[in-house]
């Protein structure tokens, strides 16, 4: 077989378009002593595949991968339907005994603290009311602001229609110009 038979064979080899007896005549002719030195980087190749499909695995390999396999499964932790319920009625059972304990000192509290004079709780109406007041002056005065800066925002729509309308308007009357 001469260097350009075997050429051909390779570009064939590598676009994955050869038949296994194509593949043979390669391997066979790479299996000889005297290789041409330009082809010498494709011996090793072909040598490689020709050694890989003499190697063959025992039948203790297998079983070696199914052994890992299984004593690396990990196995779901089973699921106690009992003690799932007993743990979650102790959980409730203290979070009603705190809040309780919570809401019967709240309770507590306000009562000592209403004993103070309606004169005080008249006062404390008063300074809200009049806080709240202040805060709503406040946004009032934004909501103005806003309001001129909603009245800009229409003339500039107005002034992008009176672009729009200039852009065709120049279109209709001088069809020759580009647009750049």
Do not use: W
Request: proline letters at 2%; aromatic letters at 12%; glycine letters at 6%.
């Amino acid at each position: 077989m001469n260097t350009k038979e075997i050429y051909g064979l390779i570009k064939k080899y590598f676009d994955g378009e050869t038949t296994l007896e194509e593949e043979q005549q390669l391997r066979t002719f790479f299996s000889q002593e005297d290789v041409p030195e330009e082809l010498v980087a494709f011996k090793e190749l072909f040598g490689y595949y020709h050694a890989s499909a003499e190697e063959s695995l025992d039948d203790t390999f297998e079983k070696s991968i199914m052994a890992q396999i299984e004593k690396d499964v990990i196995k779901p932790i089973g699921f106690n339907r009992k003690k799932m319920y007993s743990i979650m009625g102790i959980a409730a059972g203290i979070l009603i005994l705190i809040g309780v304990l919570f809401y019967t000192d709240f309770f507590q509290s306000f009562q000592t603290d209403s004993s103070g004079s309606d004169a005080e709780s008249e006062m404390a109406y008063l300074q809200t009311k009049q806080a709240l007041l202040l805060i709503s002056t406040s946004l009032n005065k934004g909501l103005d602001q806003a309001s001129k800066l909603s009245a800009f925002n229409k003339g500039v729509e107005h002034m992008n229609k009176l672009s729009a309308f200039y852009q065709c308007e120049t279109k209709v009357l001088h069809p020759n110009t580009l647009d750049k």
